[in-house]
């Protein structure tokens, strides 16, 4: 099986740096994929790591260590647009599991 | 083109009804997905459909019947639902299995069964 644990909430102030973390346990992995939600939206992707190291884009970047089992996603320059639902999820062979999620809000 | 479209954006539907929703992607993907998803929840996978033939299903009740016609297009049938299947189903795509770890989302349907 496969199972995720994140935060449930964080909360942060604009122009700040926040970390979501992410652990897993899973029978097969290829890599760790995180997605933001809007309230009312779709989940959209962000990222995706197969390799342990840093993978930047822009003001999110996300890590992995695939000897711990655990990942996070860093969002620096916070903006009241970044208050969403971010995921980690795993994929295999198709089969995608997703993080129960972290509700991130930013405040002014 | 990114964007993966659905239809209906809301559906209500008693639980005698029969009803389809729709999806379409023209990126080119290969790999399409049907996920339940309820409020303050994560996405669920329901259906993973591969080179147009059905790869996953995460046993799913038979209420729930995918069809994907061709590799721009997935449906998902509905019939005879309960009030608990109420909640956003989202169709999304990747370029390809295994990995599917870069999905692409649709905007959803908001299924409400009465």
């Known amino acids: 099986g496969q199972s995720l644990e994140q935060p449930s909430e964080v909360t942060a102030v604009e122009g700040a740096i926040v970390q979501i973390n992410c652990t897993y346990q899973?029978?097969?992995?290829?890599?760790l994929s995180w997605y933001q939600q809007h309230d009312g939206g779709a989940p959209t992707f962000l990222s995706y790591?197969?390799?342990?190291g840093l993978e930047e884009t822009g003001r999110f970047s996300s890590f992995l260590s695939r000897s711990d089992s655990y990942g996070y996603l860093l969002l620096q320059e916070l903006q009241m647009k970044d208050s969403a639902s971010y995921f980690c999820?795993?994929?295999?062979?198709?089969?995608?599991?997703f993080g129960d999620g972290t509700t991130l809000t930013v405040k002014p | 083109d990114t964007e993966v479209t659905q239809t209906p954006k809301h559906l209500v539907m008693g639980m005698t009804n029969k009803k389809s929703l729709k999806c379409e992607q023209h990126?080119?993907?290969?790999?399409m997905y049907w996920y339940k998803q309820k409020a303050k929840k994560p996405p669920e996978l329901m259906f993973v459909?591969?080179?147009?033939?059905?790869?996953i299903n995460e046993s799913v009740p038979s209420r729930f019947s995918p069809e994907c016609p061709n590799s721009s297009l997935l449906n998902l049938h509905l019939h005879a639902l309960q009030p608990e299947d109420s909640a956003l189903y989202l169709c999304?795509?990747?370029?390809?299995?295994?990995?599917?770890?870069?999905?692409?989302f649709g905007p959803g349907t908001r299924l409400t069964v009465t």
């Open positions: 999304a795509s990747s370029q390809d299995l295994p990995d599917g770890y870069e999905q692409y």
């Open positions: 899973t029978s097969g992995f290829y890599g």
């Open positions: 790591n197969a390799l342990d």
């Open positions: 999820a795993v994929s295999n062979a198709g089969k995608s599991t």
């Open positions: 990126m080119g993907h290969r790999a």
């Open positions: 459909y591969s080179y147009e033939k059905l790869s």
